[in-house]
């Protein structure tokens, strides 16, 4: 369950995952928000181990709390935590609060999580990227490096992402971004799935996908989904 909840934590900085629109469907890797902005977000997460299955729900309100020239300030609060072992009625566990400042590039330079344990690091690492510098176009992939954590045994990832097409989406304008573990290098926790990053904003408003943990620290598959609320 640890894992699973470090994975959540993950889940809930993955919501800033940016693309802002430029002409001739180029887009240029950037968040675009102001300050006080807010969003919320809900969140499901199946997970199945050798000894059990459960599942997650949760809300997640996130919100821009500074903005200076090339940095912000986002805070997200995750609410209303529901775990349940499969046949169970669940249990709702403590909210939690993560607060992340990072470039407009993505690049993220400070975490802090007031519940999560060590989930700092494990946040840390896969968001702490930078975009590509040129503008990315429809058909445009880019690969992202995601560093080896040695308190939760999980090793180096490569995930490749590749813009697949554009869509009007619950009243968005959004860019449709497949990730998948890189097939040309190995990894015993791969994962793919799929991201539909808002044009205007730069936030991923719905992301849908799979992960498998094959180390030793605690094997699991994961089939999550996460979206913005209307």
């Known amino acids: 369950m640890q894992l699973s909840r470090r994975i959540s934590v993950l889940l809930g900085c993955f919501l800033v995952l940016v693309a802002h629109a430029g002409v001739n469907d180029a887009f240029v890797h950037r968040l675009n928000l102001n300050k006080g902005d807010t969003y919320e977000f809900e969140t499901f997460e199946l997970v199945e181990t050798p000894k059990v299955r459960y599942r997650m729900h949760s809300k997640n309100f996130l919100t821009v709390v500074e903005v200076q020239s090339d940095e912000y300030v986002l805070e997200t609060v995750n609410k209303d935590l529901v775990f349940a072992i499969e046949g169970t009625k669940g249990t709702y566990l403590p909210s939690s609060t993560t607060t992340v400042r990072q470039r407009k590039d ?80 190995e990894t015993p926790m791969p994962m793919k799935g799929t991201t539909y990053i808002d044009a205007e904003s730069g936030l991923s408003v719905f992301t849908e996908g799979y992960l498998e943990n094959r180390t030793k620290v605690e094997p699991l598959r994961s089939h999550f989904r996460m979206q913005i609320k209307p």
């Open 106 to 185: 993505g690049t993220v330079l400070d975490i802090k999580c007031d519940t999560a344990g060590d989930a700092g690091s494990f946040v840390k690492n896969p968001n702490n990227f930078r975009y590509p510098d040129t503008p990315i176009g429809l058909g445009g992939s880019w690969n992202k490096f995601v560093m080896a954590d040695a308190a939760l045994g999980t090793p180096d990832i490569t995930i490749r992402y590749v813009v697949s097409g554009r869509k009007l989406w619950n009243g968005f304008d959004v860019l449709i971004v497949d990730f998948t573990s890189d097939p040309a290098v």
